[in-house]
């Protein structure tokens, strides 16, 4: 059974009559050119858009769930976090257990270790580099351990060896019941470390299925308008634009 399944879901101007679904152990990769749905659509799945058409998480309509309830099954890395107030990276990282009602400190470290944040627990979030507190961010969910991960640009603002260290972490996330869907713009990365891609156009999937399938020079040159040189059976997978 699908974790999540959408079914024609359309939110005005943005999204046109999407069929998308995630599948457990997954992930999915969102491409696209900018303004082409990404964020969207991953707000549509965290259910903070009012859409029409159906999303269904396991096997209910995602809106008979709760807040809580969806929050514990489903959490969200939005592409820009800020904290309004000066917290420090502790408080941030314990505000994904909410949705338990608890603030496991075992859960807490380990998300802050896994993203090499732990130095700074009693630090200061807005005293840390962009890439630092986007690691903060993304442990705060984490600790949440939802049952479906959704990252919107994870790796915006990370170094490279940070961008291989979160892939390769969201990755390993992804393993019996957990599934990872995540929005990025390295098409070489989404190669290497997606199941699958969702290639998106104007709000409408454009290609849906393998690296293999999806990254094609066709698809690439018609919805980014470049050519690409690809080779996905290097290691590395290439996928680079050409000129
Ligand atoms: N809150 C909003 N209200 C209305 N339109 C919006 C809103 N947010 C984004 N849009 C528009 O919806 C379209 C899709 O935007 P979206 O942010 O989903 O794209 P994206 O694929 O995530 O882009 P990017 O790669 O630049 O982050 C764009 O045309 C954008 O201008």
Known sequence: MAVIKMTDVSLAHRLARVNLDLQPG???GLIGPNGAGKTSLLHCFAGVESYTGEIRLLDAA???YSGEQRARLMGLLPQRCQSAWSLSVGDIIRLGRLPWRDDCPEKVSQAARMTGV???LDHPVDQLSGGEQARVWLARVLAGEPRVLLADEPLASLDLY???HI??????YAQGERSVMLSMHDLSMAARYCDRLCLLHQGE??????PAE????ENLLAVYQVQVQLDLAATPPVVSVIG
Not at 167 to 172: F, G, K, M, S, V
């Open 205 to 210: 999937v454009f290609a849906l299925g393998s």
């Open 214 to 217: 999806v990254l094609t020079r």
């Open 62 to 64: 995602l809106s008979d």
């Open 167 to 172: 892939l390769t972490l969201l990755r390993d």
């Open 26 to 28: 997954e992930v999915l």
């Open 118 to 120: 732990n130095q700074w």
């Open 162 to 164: 940070y961008q291989c």
